[in-house]
Protein backbone atom coordinates (compact mmCIF):
# COMPACT_ATOMS: atom_id res chain seq x y z
CA UNK A 1 0.00 0.00 0.00
CA UNK A 2 2.70 2.38 0.77
CA UNK A 3 4.07 2.40 -2.35
CA UNK A 4 0.41 4.08 -3.92
CA UNK A 5 0.31 6.86 -0.97
CA UNK A 6 0.46 10.09 -2.69
CA UNK A 7 1.83 12.16 0.73
CA UNK A 8 5.47 11.58 0.01
CA UNK A 9 5.47 12.95 -3.38
CA UNK A 10 3.07 15.75 -2.42
CA UNK A 11 5.25 17.36 0.42
CA UNK A 12 7.87 16.73 -1.40
CA UNK A 13 6.24 19.08 -4.21
CA UNK A 14 5.24 21.54 -1.12
CA UNK A 15 9.18 22.05 0.16
CA UNK A 16 10.78 22.09 -3.62
CA UNK A 17 11.74 25.77 -2.98
CA UNK A 18 12.67 25.57 0.35
CA UNK A 19 16.51 25.51 0.66
CA UNK A 20 16.94 24.49 4.26
CA UNK A 21 14.76 22.89 6.93
CA UNK A 22 15.74 22.98 10.38
CA UNK A 23 14.19 20.82 12.90
CA UNK A 24 14.46 21.89 16.61
CA UNK A 25 14.42 18.48 17.97
CA UNK A 26 14.93 17.79 22.44
CA UNK A 27 13.87 14.91 24.42
CA UNK A 28 11.35 16.11 26.11
CA UNK A 29 9.25 19.14 26.72
CA UNK A 30 10.37 22.40 28.70
CA UNK A 31 13.65 22.43 27.91
CA UNK A 32 13.50 25.38 25.26
CA UNK A 33 13.05 23.97 21.74
CA UNK A 34 10.27 26.47 21.42
CA UNK A 35 11.97 30.07 22.52
CA UNK A 36 14.87 28.44 20.56
CA UNK A 37 12.93 27.62 17.12
CA UNK A 38 11.12 30.60 17.59
CA UNK A 39 14.03 33.04 18.18
CA UNK A 40 16.00 31.27 15.62
CA UNK A 41 13.43 32.31 13.47
CA UNK A 42 13.05 35.65 14.11
CA UNK A 43 16.75 36.37 13.83
CA UNK A 44 16.64 34.27 10.55
CA UNK A 45 13.99 36.57 9.23
CA UNK A 46 16.30 39.75 10.68
CA UNK A 47 18.98 38.83 8.79
CA UNK A 48 16.92 38.86 5.48
CA UNK A 49 16.34 35.65 4.64
CA UNK A 50 13.23 34.28 3.72
CA UNK A 51 11.67 32.42 6.71
CA UNK A 52 8.88 30.20 7.94
CA UNK A 53 8.31 28.23 10.92
CA UNK A 54 6.11 25.28 11.47
CA UNK A 55 4.96 24.36 15.46
CA UNK A 56 4.01 20.65 15.06
CA UNK A 57 4.28 20.29 19.03
CA UNK A 58 0.39 18.70 19.28
CA UNK A 59 1.13 18.35 23.01
CA UNK A 60 2.03 21.79 23.68
CA UNK A 61 2.09 24.51 20.69
CA UNK A 62 3.51 27.71 22.00
CA UNK A 63 5.72 29.11 19.45
CA UNK A 64 2.35 31.75 19.04
CA UNK A 65 2.19 32.80 22.73
CA UNK A 66 6.34 33.17 22.44
CA UNK A 67 6.32 35.83 18.95
CA UNK A 68 2.57 37.45 20.55
CA UNK A 69 0.89 35.82 17.50
CA UNK A 70 -2.83 36.68 17.90
CA UNK A 71 -5.82 36.41 15.90
CA UNK A 72 -3.95 34.99 12.58
CA UNK A 73 -4.98 31.76 10.61
CA UNK A 74 -3.86 30.22 7.34
CA UNK A 75 -5.13 31.56 4.07
CA UNK A 76 -6.86 28.52 1.67
CA UNK A 77 -5.35 29.02 -1.72
CA UNK A 78 -4.88 25.66 -3.05
CA UNK A 79 -3.76 24.81 0.25
CA UNK A 80 -3.19 26.46 3.10
CA UNK A 81 -1.09 30.08 3.25
CA UNK A 82 0.62 30.33 5.81
CA UNK A 83 0.13 34.47 7.36
CA UNK A 84 3.37 36.13 7.97
CA UNK A 85 4.04 37.60 11.74
CA UNK A 86 7.25 39.53 12.17
CA UNK A 87 8.15 38.67 8.55
CA UNK A 88 7.80 34.57 9.11
CA UNK A 89 5.40 32.66 7.54
CA UNK A 90 4.18 31.13 10.41
CA UNK A 91 1.92 28.01 10.71
CA UNK A 92 1.30 25.90 13.75
CA UNK A 93 -0.87 23.11 15.08
CA UNK A 94 -2.86 25.28 16.99
CA UNK A 95 -4.90 27.07 14.53
CA UNK A 96 -6.92 23.71 13.67
CA UNK A 97 -7.15 22.77 17.64
CA UNK A 98 -8.95 26.04 18.66
CA UNK A 99 -6.24 26.04 21.64
CA UNK A 100 -7.47 23.30 23.20
CA UNK A 101 -5.37 20.08 24.36
CA UNK A 102 -5.21 17.94 21.51
CA UNK A 103 -6.41 14.39 22.50
CA UNK A 104 -4.36 12.50 19.71
CA UNK A 105 -2.80 9.37 20.13
CA UNK A 106 0.81 8.12 17.94
CA UNK A 107 -0.77 7.35 14.44
CA UNK A 108 -3.05 10.28 14.45
CA UNK A 109 -0.91 13.22 15.17
CA UNK A 110 1.81 11.29 12.55
CA UNK A 111 -1.44 11.74 10.44
CA UNK A 112 -1.90 15.17 11.14
CA UNK A 113 1.10 16.27 10.68
CA UNK A 114 2.08 14.55 7.57
CA UNK A 115 -1.88 16.13 5.98
CA UNK A 116 -0.38 19.69 7.35
CA UNK A 117 2.87 19.52 5.53
CA UNK A 118 1.30 18.45 2.53
CA UNK A 119 -1.61 21.19 2.31
CA UNK A 120 0.71 24.40 3.51
CA UNK A 121 2.17 26.48 0.90
CA UNK A 122 5.58 28.08 2.11
CA UNK A 123 6.31 29.10 -1.39
CA UNK A 124 10.03 30.15 -1.90
CA UNK A 125 12.06 30.10 1.64
CA UNK A 126 15.75 29.65 2.77
CA UNK A 127 15.08 28.40 5.70
CA UNK A 128 11.74 26.76 7.27
CA UNK A 129 12.67 26.24 11.37
CA UNK A 130 10.18 22.97 12.74
CA UNK A 131 9.54 23.32 15.89
CA UNK A 132 9.34 18.94 16.56
CA UNK A 133 7.21 17.33 19.03
CA UNK A 134 9.82 16.42 22.20
CA UNK A 135 11.51 12.95 21.55
CA UNK A 136 12.34 10.49 18.81
CA UNK A 137 8.79 9.17 18.52
CA UNK A 138 6.66 8.13 15.81
CA UNK A 139 5.60 11.57 15.04
CA UNK A 140 9.55 12.89 15.21
CA UNK A 141 10.42 10.08 12.54
CA UNK A 142 7.87 10.87 10.19
CA UNK A 143 8.47 14.14 9.73
CA UNK A 144 12.20 13.03 8.81
CA UNK A 145 10.84 10.81 6.91
CA UNK A 146 8.61 13.24 4.84
CA UNK A 147 10.65 16.13 5.14
CA UNK A 148 13.90 14.89 3.55
CA UNK A 149 16.08 18.02 3.53
CA UNK A 150 15.38 17.99 7.79
CA UNK A 151 18.65 19.22 9.55
CA UNK A 152 18.53 18.65 13.16
CA UNK A 153 19.54 20.84 15.51
CA UNK A 154 19.17 19.83 19.18
CA UNK A 155 18.33 21.03 22.49
CA UNK A 156 19.51 20.04 25.90
CA UNK A 157 19.66 20.66 29.47
CA UNK A 158 22.69 20.68 31.61
CA UNK A 159 21.93 16.87 33.41
CA UNK A 160 23.21 13.82 33.21
CA UNK A 161 20.11 12.31 32.26
CA UNK A 162 19.18 14.43 29.52
CA UNK A 163 22.95 14.10 28.14
CA UNK A 164 22.91 10.41 28.10
CA UNK A 165 19.07 10.46 25.74
CA UNK A 166 20.70 13.03 23.87
CA UNK A 167 23.81 10.60 22.97
CA UNK A 168 20.96 7.62 21.84
CA UNK A 169 18.78 10.08 19.92
CA UNK A 170 21.90 11.36 17.32
CA UNK A 171 23.27 7.79 17.24
CA UNK A 172 19.64 7.16 15.79
CA UNK A 173 19.39 10.16 13.82
CA UNK A 174 23.10 9.22 12.24
CA UNK A 175 21.87 5.83 11.65
CA UNK A 176 18.94 7.35 9.68
CA UNK A 177 21.45 9.30 7.94
CA UNK A 178 19.70 12.66 9.23
CA UNK A 179 22.17 15.44 9.41
CA UNK A 180 23.22 17.23 12.43
CA UNK A 181 23.75 20.59 12.97
CA UNK A 182 24.58 20.55 16.52
CA UNK A 183 23.72 20.59 19.99
CA UNK A 184 23.02 23.82 22.09
CA UNK A 185 22.66 23.15 25.71
CA UNK A 186 20.48 25.85 26.95
CA UNK A 187 19.71 27.04 30.39
CA UNK A 188 23.38 25.42 31.38
CA UNK A 189 24.84 26.57 34.30
CA UNK A 190 28.14 25.95 33.49
CA UNK A 191 29.02 22.63 33.16
CA UNK A 192 28.41 21.58 29.30
CA UNK A 193 27.33 18.84 27.41
CA UNK A 194 29.74 16.97 25.59
CA UNK A 195 29.79 18.19 22.24
CA UNK A 196 27.73 20.93 22.51
CA UNK A 197 28.20 23.30 20.16
CA UNK A 198 26.65 26.28 21.99
CA UNK A 199 25.75 26.88 25.48
CA UNK A 200 23.32 29.36 26.45
CA UNK A 201 23.10 30.50 30.26
CA UNK A 202 19.48 30.61 32.02
CA UNK A 203 18.27 33.97 31.11
CA UNK A 204 15.71 35.35 33.73
CA UNK A 205 15.21 38.22 31.46
CA UNK A 206 13.53 35.46 28.88
CA UNK A 207 10.13 34.83 30.56
CA UNK A 208 9.05 38.99 30.84
CA UNK A 209 9.63 39.33 26.93
CA UNK A 210 7.51 36.04 26.03
CA UNK A 211 5.34 37.54 23.12
CA UNK A 212 6.88 40.85 22.43
CA UNK A 213 9.48 39.84 19.69
CA UNK A 214 11.50 43.26 19.41
CA UNK A 215 11.56 42.49 23.35
CA UNK A 216 12.68 38.89 22.68
CA UNK A 217 15.57 39.75 20.35
CA UNK A 218 17.22 41.68 23.02
CA UNK A 219 17.10 39.02 25.81
CA UNK A 220 20.88 37.40 26.45
CA UNK A 221 18.62 34.25 25.00
CA UNK A 222 18.26 35.77 21.98
CA UNK A 223 22.30 37.02 21.82
CA UNK A 224 23.68 33.53 22.88
CA UNK A 225 21.82 31.91 20.70
CA UNK A 226 23.25 34.37 17.76
CA UNK A 227 26.23 34.42 18.92
CA UNK A 228 26.03 29.90 18.42
CA UNK A 229 24.74 30.21 15.03
CA UNK A 230 28.34 30.15 13.07
CA UNK A 231 29.09 27.20 14.91
CA UNK A 232 26.01 25.40 13.91
CA UNK A 233 26.53 26.38 10.08
CA UNK A 234 23.64 29.33 10.53
N1 LIG B 1 17.85 29.92 28.62
C1 LIG B 1 16.69 30.09 29.26
N2 LIG B 1 16.63 30.91 30.35
C2 LIG B 1 15.48 31.10 31.03
N3 LIG B 1 14.30 30.50 30.73
C3 LIG B 1 14.29 29.66 29.66
C4 LIG B 1 15.46 29.42 28.87
N4 LIG B 1 15.13 28.56 27.88
C5 LIG B 1 13.81 28.30 28.04
N5 LIG B 1 13.30 28.95 29.10
C6 LIG B 1 11.91 28.91 29.58
O1 LIG B 1 11.56 27.56 29.81
C7 LIG B 1 10.20 27.32 29.49
C8 LIG B 1 10.10 26.17 28.50
O2 LIG B 1 10.64 26.57 27.24
P1 LIG B 1 10.00 26.04 25.88
O3 LIG B 1 10.74 26.67 24.77
O4 LIG B 1 8.53 26.18 25.89
O5 LIG B 1 10.39 24.48 26.00
P2 LIG B 1 9.92 23.25 25.09
O6 LIG B 1 9.48 23.77 23.77
O7 LIG B 1 11.14 22.40 25.02
O8 LIG B 1 8.82 22.58 25.85
C9 LIG B 1 9.66 28.62 28.93
O9 LIG B 1 8.96 29.29 29.94
C10 LIG B 1 10.91 29.39 28.54
O10 LIG B 1 10.71 30.77 28.61
MG1 LIG C 1 7.57 23.54 22.86
Given at each position: MTDIDPRPSVIEERLRRVKRIIAVT??????GKSVTASTLALLLAKRGCRTGLF????AGASDHLILGAKGLFPKEEKGLEPPVHEGVKFMSVVFFSENKAVPLRGANVSDAIIELLAI??????DYLVLDMP????DAALDVMRFARKAEVLAVTTPSVLAHDVLARSMELYRKLNVPVLGVIENMSDGASAPGAAAVIKKDPGLEAALGRPAALLKTAFAKGLARALPALGL
Open positions: GWKGGIDLDFTQWGELPGIN
